[in-house]
């Protein structure tokens, strides 16, 4: 009995997402994600698929997330015809989130040729009908139920509280001597809004492979989040100014309006307009809807599943022309548009047109990688260049850590514990140095038998 595991994704760093399981005669896929950063390295990391696709016998998939689910249509374009197995709700997710990254890199595509900046980053990656293939072949598996992929090899999904559907992979060898691979995926926080805590599998564990986004930090509480939240709304309005939140299509955006829902209820925010600019937000939030028996029982119980996400200063706007309009509004107003880390997308436009007048605020509520438009901002660049052009940058800026959809430091620590019997290996993925680090001392603390970050491309004989 081989078992061989290679790491070709989010080694060392956090997006890109793709480790490749080599078990009970398949090869399987833990991932396929897409790389997000420098335009132009990521588009030559994301380009090149590190092994025949055709060869593939399944994919395993965490959640929907692009940094997990980006290269599926990748897949599909070189050849792969296996089953893609995910929850209902990532699949459902997936239907929406992929077709939109498929038009979004044809759309960057046109935009960059019109203005005569053609390269090799402005060729798109796939095409909606690769993304539509996608979907063909796309599985839905509760959490908690067995899926055989071998007569020696079957896997469950555990709740991984990250996203809507995000889900912990809990893989079983039975040939031979055992082995079971426990692969955390994206892990979410105690008492985020909307969605359930984390459920992680239990017992002992011969190979783990764990996130370590924020391996060395510690996030502020929800409920510090939402006060901080509130406090920075009524600011801006004050100054009449706008308040431009990058934000994930996928949760965050959810979780925010879910957020000044709350706080305009109880009167801590002023009556101010608020736009949801993504139509990939409108659709990912219908997804929401359709799947009520993922939230958490307060939401439940309180009834409020159809009105979760809607309220009258609430605003979803689809067309372009619609998001054009926002370019002259007057006064005060809240302007949350995807993507999260500001590298594609209508969030982009709003940079240009808004990011000059120091009376606004951007306000990020999620993670910026390395070399990101988003984590520029967020380290203070006074000038930031948008599809080629620089734009001053005198906006205020702000960072909320009590909306991160990953768990910190003391929450992995408890994940890990819950886990409960000893773990023999830890892989230490998706993090940049330092946090990858931080989480392999960790590990090391809570007594696991060897601990490794991988490199891009390293292969291991388990
Ligand atoms: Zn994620």
Same mark, same amino acid.
């Given at each position: 009995m081989t078992i061989q595991?290679?790491?070709?994704?989010?080694?060392?760093? /956090?997006?890109? %997402? +793709?480790?490749?399981?080599?078990?009970?005669?398949?090869?399987?896929? +833990?991932?396929?994600?897409?790389?997000?950063?420098?335009?132009?390295?990521?588009?030559e990391q994301n380009r090149e698929l590190p092994f025949d696709a055709r060869r593939l016998d399944a994919v395993v998939l965490s959640h929907a997330h692009m940094d997990h689910s980006g290269r599926l249509p990748l897949l599909t374009r070189h050849g792969f015809r296996g089953p893609i197995y995910a929850t209902p709700a990532t699949r459902d997710l997936c239907a929406v989130m992929l077709p939109d990254s498929a038009q979004i890199?044809?759309?960057d595509a046109e935009y960059l040729e019109r203005r005569g900046k053609k390269g090799p980053e402005s060729e798109p990656l796939y095409s909606l009908a690769d993304a539509v293939a996608v979907q063909e072949l796309m599985v839905g598996i509760p959490y908690r139920r067995v899926q055989h992929? $071998?007569?020696?090899? $079957?896997?469950?999904?555990?709740?991984?509280?990250?996203?809507?559907?995000?889900? %912990?992979?809990?893989i079983r060898l039975t040939e031979g001597p055992g082995h079971r691979l426990v692969f955390s995926g994206d892990l979410g926080r105690s008492?985020?809004?909307?969605?359930?805590?984390?459920?992680?599998? %239990?017992?002992?564990?011969?190979?783990?492979?764990?996130?370590?986004?924020?391996?060395?930090?510690?996030?502020?509480?929800?409920?510090?989040?939402?006060?901080?939240?509130?406090?920075?709304?009524?600011? /801006?309005?004050?100054?009449?100014?706008?308040?431009?939140?990058?934000?994930?299509?996928?949760? $965050?955006?959810?979780?925010? /309006?879910?957020a000044l829902h709350a706080l305009h209820r109880r009167g801590a925010i002023p009556t101010i307009p608020i736009y949801v600019d993504s139509p990939l937000a409108v659709d990912t939030t219908t997804v929401f809807r359709m799947h009520p028996e993922l939230f958490d029982r307060r939401e439940h119980l309180a009834g409020q599943t159809s009105a979760l996400f809607d309220f009258p200063l609430l605003q979803y706007t689809q067309t372009v022309d619609d998001s054009k309009r926002l370019n002259t509004l007057n006064g005060p107003a809240i302007i949350i548009s995807a993507s999260g880390m500001a590298e594609a997308g209508r969030i982009l436009h709003h940079l240009a047109n808004h990011a000059?007048?120091?009376?606004?605020?951007?306000?990020?509520?999620?993670?910026?990688?390395?070399?990101?438009?988003?984590?520029?901002?967020?380290?203070g660049a006074d000038s930031i260049k948008v599809y080629g052009d620089m734009f001053p940058r005198r906006a205020e800026v702000e960072t909320l850590t009590g909306y991160s959809a990953h768990a910190d430091r003391e929450g992995l620590r408890?994940?890990?514990?819950? +886990?409960?019997?000893?773990?023999?290996?830890?892989?230490? /993925?998706?993090?940049?140095?330092?946090?990858?680090?931080?989480?392999?001392?960790l590990l090391e603390a809570e007594g696991v038998g060897e601990v490794i970050v991988p490199r891009q491309g390293e292969s291991f004989s388990l």
């Open positions: 595991l290679t790491f070709w994704g989010a080694a060392g760093q /956090v997006t890109g %997402s +793709l480790h490749l399981l080599e078990a009970a005669g398949a090869r399987i896929a +833990l991932d396929a994600g897409l790389f997000q950063g420098r335009r132009k390295e990521a588009a890199q044809e759309r992929l $071998r007569r020696h090899l $079957r896997f469950e999904f555990t709740d991984a509280g990250h996203i809507l559907g995000s889900a %912990s992979v809990d008492g985020l809004p909307i969605i359930r805590d984390p459920d992680p599998p %239990s017992g002992p564990v011969d190979t783990l492979i764990i996130e370590s986004t924020y391996g060395d930090r510690v996030h502020d509480s929800v409920a510090q989040g939402e006060e901080k939240l509130g406090e920075i709304v009524r600011r /801006v309005a004050a100054r009449g100014g706008k308040l431009l939140i990058p934000a994930f299509a996928l949760g $965050r955006t959810q979780e925010i /309006v879910y000059g007048d120091h009376r606004n605020l951007i306000l990020f509520v999620g993670f910026q990688a390395e070399h990101t438009l988003g984590r520029r901002i967020q380290d408890s994940w890990v514990r819950a +886990l409960g019997g000893p773990i023999s290996r830890a892989f230490v /993925v998706h993090g940049e140095a330092g946090p990858a680090l931080s989480m392999a001392q």
